[in-house]
């Protein structure tokens, strides 16, 4: 298979490849699904023949994204991903307990979540509380 791709639309094929491993893998051990591993590897392999070395690392014979790729933003374009999705998913589940047998009602939890969106967007975390 051949696929033609600009110098930039190759660029960014890393990066998608990178989060997708990043978000299957990273969380894992000795579970990890070497078949994604493997194609990062393949795909980040091109970068030699492609003018793109320094994103590149040999580690015991194998291709990794370098120290400059992974220090490159990347990693603040995953966090932001996580961050929205940890504010929706703690909205809802709030949303969901706060309207307990009525959060079929789609408009109310809708309304629900969104004022608890609206407190993250303005304070994050910092007026949340835990009674234990």
């Not at 194998?62 to 490159?72: I, L, M, N, T």
């Not at 990693?75 to 961050?83: G, Q, S, V």
């Not at 608890?116 to 835990?130: I, R």
Request: charge should be negative; include cysteine.
């Amino acid at each position: 298979m051949n696929i033609d791709l600009t110098e930039k639309e190759f660029r960014r094929l890393l990066d998608l490849v990178y989060i997708g491993n990043w978000i299957l893998n990273s969380t894992r051990t000795t579970d990890r699904f070497e078949d994604y591993d493997i194609v990062q590897e393949k795909i980040f392999s091109l970068c030699a023949k492609n003018g793109m070395k320094s994103l590149i690392q040999l580690w015991h014979g194998h291709v990794f994204p370098s120290r400059a790729y992974e220090d490159g933003g990347i990693h603040e374009a995953i966090a932001d991903y996580e961050d929205a999705v940890f504010f929706d998913i703690l909205a809802e589940e709030l949303a969901r307990r706060d309207l307990g047998e009525d959060c079929d009602d789609l408009a109310a939890l809708t309304s629900r979540m969104d004022e608890y969106m609206d407190e993250f967007e303005a304070n994050g975390v910092e007026n949340l509380t835990l009674d234990v």
